[in-house]
């Protein structure tokens, strides 16, 4: 089975600009979460998406918004970057159930200038 | 708030050495405890999990965790590590109810000299 995997890799932004990043999940997983990971906060959760829906959602400022298709791939915008947003992006799929392990994808570096 | 704490932010061990990481969690209900280990530039993989049960989980590369409830607390261990060990350790929990929000610790460095 394939992994998690994300697109891009690398990003580099200027501050005001937007970004969408993608993720396809584990095929057959339903659930979609999202985490920002930066060296002074560590890993923080940003939102879930399951089966189109959004059913968690982190502390972070509305920029930061998603949504899930019916594939279950997903994607991530940021609108209006700040020189904070510079951060590694990992989405992580599951079944969606309880007792469900979140597998991670490699990750989207973000470089915010 | 949920929150987890890794007490240890940089461990450094000769290989053969015992290593146990430190754990603990706020949250008082049901949880789902995990591991995940990120080894230099590769993403987060995870080690072994807690669900229910035995409170004493095996994972990979020799790796265990005990889940002490009184203590809100799920320790990493191993035995005897080895440079290949050489890794960033996060303990992480979620709520038993479906919900898949992950709250991390803020990570173990692990640096193991040859």
């Known amino acids: 089975k394939a992994g998690v995997t994300q697109t891009p890799r690398y990003l580099i932004k200027t501050r005001g600009q937007q970004v969408t990043l993608s993720c396809s999940p584990i095929s057959g997983h339903r659930s979609v979460s999202w985490y920002q990971q930066t060296p002074g906060q560590g890993l923080q959760f940003l939102f879930e998406?399951?089966?189109?829906?959004?059913?968690n959602k982190g502390n972070f400022p509305g920029r930061f918004s998603g949504r899930q298709f019916s594939n279950s791939r997903s994607e991530m915008n940021v609108s209006t970057l700040e020189l904070g947003d510079s951060a590694l992006y990992l989405c992580?799929?599951?079944?969606?159930?309880?007792?469900?392990?979140?597998?991670f994808g490699p990750g989207t570096r973000l470089l915010v200038l | 708030a949920q929150s987890v704490s890794q007490h240890n932010h940089h461990v450094i061990l000769s290989e053969a050495a015992s290593l146990e990481l430190g754990c603990n969690y706020s949250?008082?209900?049901?949880?789902?405890l995990f591991w995940y280990v990120q080894y230099p530039g590769q993403h987060l993989q995870l080690l072994l999990k807690?669900?229910?049960?035995?409170?004493l989980v095996k994972g990979i590369k020799g790796f265990e965790a005990e889940f002490i409830k009184s203590k809100f607390s799920f320790n990493l261990r191993k035995p005897s590590v080895q440079w290949s060990d050489t890794a960033e350790y996060f303990c992480a929990v979620n709520k038993g109810w479906g919900a898949q929000k992950l709250v991390f610790g803020q990570g173990t460095r692990l640096t193991i000299n040859p």
């Open positions: 998406y399951f089966s189109e829906t959004q059913r």
């Open positions: 949250y008082g209900g049901t949880v789902n």
């Open positions: 807690y669900f229910s049960g035995d409170p």
């Open positions: 992580a799929s599951s079944a969606g159930t309880d007792q469900e392990t979140q597998y």
